[in-house]
C-alpha cells in the first residue's frame, strides 16, 4: 500500500512561486517515478511534470521553463517547484506515483489527496 501526503498549495499573484511537496512511503517498486498532474474546473487531468528515481525528467509544454520537479530519495519525497505563475495555472494538483510513467497513478493509492493551487490576475 502506498501513502501519499502533499503540502505546499494556496493562492498566489500571477507571476508569484508556490513550492508543492508529497512525501511517499511504499515499495520502492511502486515509487519509481514520481510526478504531479493537474486538474482545472472543466478541463481533464492531465500530466504536469513527472521524474524517475534515476533523475529523468518529464514536463508538460506548458510547464517548461517555469516549473522544476525534484525529488529527495533517501526521504521519497518528491517537489514541485513553480515561478512565474499564471492564472491558467489554477488547478488542484494531485501527487501520482508508479513503476513508470505509463503506470503513474494505475492504482487508486498511487494518487495524492490533491492540493488547490490559485493563481489571481
Known amino acids: 500500500q502506498v501513502q501519499l501526503v502533499e503540502s505546499g498549495g494556496g493562492l498566489v499573484q500571477a507571476g508569484g512561486s508556490l513550492r508543492l511537496s508529497c512525501a511517499a512511503s511504499g515499495s520502492a517498486f511502486s515509487l519509481n517515478v514520481m510526478g504531479w498532474y493537474r486538474q482545472a474546473p472543466g478541463k481533464q487531468r492531465e500530466l504536469v511534470a513527472a521524474?524517475?528515481?534515476?533523475?529523468?525528467?518529464n514536463y508538460a509544454d506548458s510547464v517548461k521553463g517555469r516549473f522544476t520537479i525534484s525529488r529527495d530519495n533517501a526521504k521519497n519525497t518528491v517537489y514541485l517547484q513553480m515561478n512565474s505563475l499564471k492564472p491558467e495555472d489554477t488547478a488542484v494538483y494531485y501527487c501520482?506515483?508508479?513503476?513508470?510513467?505509463?503506470?503513474?497513478?494505475?492504482?487508486?493509492?498511487?494518487w495524492g489527496q490533491g492540493t488547490q493551487v490559485t493563481v489571481s490576475s
Open positions: 521524474i524517475s528515481r534515476g533523475g529523468t525528467t
Open positions: 501520482a506515483v508508479g513503476p513508470n510513467i505509463a503506470t503513474m497513478g494505475l492504482r487508486r493509492d498511487y
